[in-house]
Every structure is written in C-alpha cells, then in structure tokens.
C-alpha cells in the first residue's frame, strides 16, 4: 500500500524552528532519493531539498543554511530541520520520491505558517 504522511507542521513566529517529519511505505522510500517539496498559495509546487540513499543532500538557495534534511531507513522516515524560518517559508510541505511523475502519489502535506 503507497503512504505519505507528513507531521510536525504548524504556526510560529518568523525566527523560530520546526521539525517536519514524512514516514513513508517502503514501495515510496526504497533505497532511492527523497525530498521535501513546498506549495504556497497560488504558487506552484516546488523541490526545497533532497536526500540520496547514501546522504547527499541539496537544497534550494533560499533555504541554505536554514533548512537540513535527513533520513532514517530503518524506520522509512525522512525529516526537515527548518530554523530562522521566515514569512516566504509559509506553505504546505509535502514529502515524496525524487524525481516525481505526472502519476506520482502524494500525501495530505502539513501547514507550515510563518508570522512576523
């Protein structure tokens, strides 16, 4: 069965940190790259960062030194550690296979809000 779940989004203040968290089926995670993508309003969908199977990470400029991504395959779990979030970083944040396809499944996503 394909899954998605995404957890640990919510309100806070521009400056502070969330955890998100995805766990996955293992049919999703397998031993390929993962990522985080965000969708803010009336913007579309894009690639924050990745994670290959064996650690490699890339981020998006905006989110450099902010954003860390890891994952834990023992548990089909991949992480985002956002700090110094800002009010741009406000958008519903979604995991999912890298790359993804017109067919692709995605999860529910969790809210991410960023007040000043």
């Known amino acids: 069965q394909v899954q998605l779940v995404e957890s640990g989004g919510g309100l806070v203040q521009a400056g502070g940190s969330l955890r998100l968290s995805c766990v996955a089926s293992?049919?999703?995670?397998?031993?390929?790259?993962m990522g985080w993508y965000r969708q803010a309003p009336r913007k579309q969908r894009e690639l924050v960062a990745t994670?290959?199977?064996?650690?490699?990470?890339t981020y998006i400029d905006s989110v450099k030194g902010r954003f860390i991504i890891s994952r834990d395959n023992a548990k089909n779990t991949v992480y985002l550690q956002m700090n110094s979030l800002k009010q741009e970083d406000t958008a519903v944040y979604y995991c999912?296979?890298?790359?993804?396809?017109?067919?692709?499944?995605w999860g529910q996503g969790t809210q991410v809000t960023v007040s000043s």
């Open positions: 999912n296979m890298v790359p993804t396809y017109a067919w692709t499944y």
């Open positions: 994670i290959g199977s064996s650690g490699g990470t």
């Open positions: 293992r049919i999703l995670f397998g031993n390929g790259a």
